[in-house]
C-alpha cells in the first residue's frame, strides 16, 4: 500500500513541475495557456513558437500610446530611442514568455493575480539596459507605484522631480532590480551558463532551459524525497499494525 502513495506523490511533483516549465500567469493581458501564434511584432516575434501573449499584445507592446497599462514612458522628456527599445522587450518578455512558473508569485491586486518575483536576469542584459538608459531622465525609482494618475497615464509625483538616470539608478543592478518592485534579480552570469533568463534571444528560447534548472533545484523539490519517506513509514507503520 505505502509503496503505491509514493508512487502517487512522485506522479504528482513531475506533473507540477512540468506545469511551471510551460504556463501563462494569471495577470491583466496574458493567455489561458501558452502556444503558438502566427506573427508576433518585431521585438516580440522571438516567442512566436510558444508564447503568452496574442499578436494584438505585442503590437501594443510598441507603442507608446498603448493601452496596455496606459504607460508613460515620457514622463520626464522623451525617452531616447535605445533606452525605449529595452522597455520593450521587457514588456514583450513579461507578456510573453511561457517560461516564468519558477518565479510566478499570488498577488492580490484589482489588474492581476499573479506576478513574477526575483526572476535571475542575465549581467549583458541588465547592463546593456542601464548603459543605453543611462543619458535619460526619471523621477522615481520603482515605477509600480506611487505616480500620480489623475490624468489617466502616469506622472510624476509633486514631489518627485526629474533627474539624470545615474542619480535614480547609480548601479545597473539597482536598476534591474528596483524599477519594477524586484521583478528582476541581479546576477553577475552570462548568458552561456544557462543559468539566467535572458530578455534578448534569437532562434530557439534558451529560457525552457533556465527555468527547468530552477525548477530541479527549487526548495521544495528538494523536499518531495523527505516527505516521500515521512510518508512512507507512516504508512508502513499502519499496515504493520
Same mark, same amino acid.
Given at each position: 500500500m &505505502? =509503496?503505491?502513495?509514493?508512487?502517487?506523490?512522485s506522479?504528482? #511533483?513531475?506533473?507540477?513541475?512540468l506545469?511551471?516549465?510551460n504556463?501563462?500567469?494569471?495577470? $491583466?493581458?496574458h493567455? @489561458?495557456?501558452?502556444?503558438a501564434?502566427?506573427q508576433l511584432?518585431?521585438?516580440?516575434?522571438?516567442w $512566436?513558437d510558444?508564447?503568452? +501573449?496574442?499578436?494584438? !499584445? %505585442?503590437?501594443?507592446?510598441?507603442?507608446?500610446? %498603448?493601452?496596455?497599462?496606459?504607460?508613460? =514612458?515620457?514622463?520626464?522628456?522623451i525617452?531616447?530611442p535605445?533606452? @525605449?527599445?529595452?522597455?520593450?522587450?521587457?514588456?514583450?518578455? /513579461?507578456?510573453?514568455s511561457p517560461?516564468?512558473?519558477?518565479?510566478?508569485?499570488? *498577488?492580490?491586486? #484589482? &489588474?492581476? @493575480?499573479?506576478?513574477?518575483?526575483? *526572476?535571475?536576469?542575465?549581467q549583458?542584459d541588465?547592463?546593456?539596459? &542601464?548603459?543605453?538608459?543611462k543619458?535619460?531622465?526619471? +523621477?522615481?525609482?520603482?515605477?509600480?507605484?506611487?505616480?500620480?494618475?489623475?490624468t489617466?497615464?502616469?506622472?510624476?509625483?509633486?514631489?518627485? %522631480?526629474?533627474?539624470? &538616470? !545615474?542619480?535614480?539608478?547609480?548601479?545597473?543592478?539597482?536598476?534591474?532590480?528596483?524599477?519594477?518592485?524586484?521583478?528582476? %534579480? /541581479? !546576477?553577475?552570469?552570462? @548568458?552561456?551558463?544557462g543559468?539566467?533568463?535572458?530578455? =534578448?534571444? !534569437?532562434? $530557439?528560447?534558451?529560457?525552457? $532551459? *533556465?527555468?527547468?534548472? /530552477?525548477?530541479?533545484?527549487?526548495?521544495?523539490q528538494?523536499?518531495?524525497?523527505?516527505?516521500?519517506?515521512?510518508?512512507?513509514t507512516?504508512?508502513?507503520?499502519? *499496515?504493520?499494525?
Amino acid at each position: 500500500m &505505502w =509503496w503505491v502513495l509514493i508512487l502517487l506523490l512522485s506522479l504528482a #511533483s513531475q506533473a507540477q513541475s512540468l506545469e511551471k516549465l510551460n504556463m501563462c500567469m494569471d495577470a $491583466k493581458h496574458h493567455k @489561458k495557456e501558452p502556444g503558438a501564434e502566427g506573427q508576433l511584432y518585431q521585438q516580440c516575434a522571438p516567442w $512566436k513558437d510558444n508564447a503568452c +501573449c496574442t499578436a494584438n !499584445t %505585442s503590437a501594443e507592446a510598441h507603442d507608446d500610446n %498603448s493601452y496596455l497599462y496606459n504607460f508613460n =514612458w515620457n514622463h520626464c522628456g522623451i525617452m531616447t530611442p535605445k533606452c @525605449k527599445k529595452h522597455f520593450t522587450q521587457d514588456t514583450c518578455f /513579461y507578456e510573453c514568455s511561457p517560461h516564468l512558473g519558477p518565479w510566478i508569485q499570488q *498577488v492580490d491586486q #484589482s &489588474w492581476r @493575480k499573479e506576478r513574477i518575483l526575483y *526572476v535571475p536576469l542575465c549581467q549583458e542584459d541588465c547592463h546593456s539596459w &542601464w548603459d543605453d538608459c543611462k543619458d535619460d531622465f526619471t +523621477c522615481k525609482q520603482d515605477w509600480h507605484y506611487g505616480w500620480d494618475w489623475t490624468t489617466g497615464r502616469n506622472r510624476c509625483p509633486a514631489e518627485a %522631480s526629474c533627474r539624470k &538616470w !545615474t542619480d535614480i539608478f547609480p548601479t545597473a543592478q539597482i536598476m534591474c532590480e528596483k524599477i519594477w518592485s524586484d521583478s528582476y %534579480s /541581479y !546576477t553577475n552570469l552570462p @548568458k552561456s551558463s544557462g543559468r539566467c533568463m535572458q530578455l =534578448w534571444f !534569437t532562434g $530557439k528560447n534558451p529560457n525552457e $532551459k *533556465v527555468a527547468e534548472y /530552477y525548477l530541479n533545484h527549487a526548495p521544495w523539490q528538494r523536499a518531495i524525497p523527505a516527505s516521500l519517506l515521512l510518508l512512507a513509514t507512516m504508512s508502513l507503520s499502519v *499496515v504493520l499494525l
